[in-house]
């Protein structure tokens, strides 16, 4: 049976998209984690990531001497 090429572009489509999302979903079945605790878990490591940037820019801007200050 021939398909037409319409029909084997939305299969390729899916293909795609199916490759896609398999690491994450991976990832899921494997740590046995739900839905929630994986939004939680990456909710924290971002905040995590935010301060630890936060901190990185204060302490870089306290330590450098001032550039510009003419005053």
């Given at each position: 049976?021939?398909t037409?090429p319409d029909a084997?572009?939305a299969?390729?489509d899916v293909?795609?998209?199916g490759?896609?999302?398999?690491?994450?979903?991976?990832?899921?079945?494997?740590t046995?984690f739900?839905?929630?605790?994986?939004?939680?878990?990456?909710?924290l490591?971002?905040?995590?990531l935010q301060a630890a940037?936060?901190?990185?820019?204060?302490r870089?801007?306290?330590t450098?001497?001032?550039?510009?200050?003419d005053?």
């Amino acid at each position: 049976m021939v398909t037409p090429p319409d029909a084997q572009t939305a299969v390729h489509d899916v293909q795609i998209a199916g490759a896609k999302v398999l690491p994450a979903v991976g990832g899921m079945v494997a740590t046995d984690f739900t839905l929630n605790e994986m939004v939680a878990l990456c909710t924290l490591l971002y905040i995590a990531l935010q301060a630890a940037y936060l901190l990185w820019k204060w302490r870089r801007e306290a330590t450098r001497p001032d550039r510009g200050n003419d005053e």
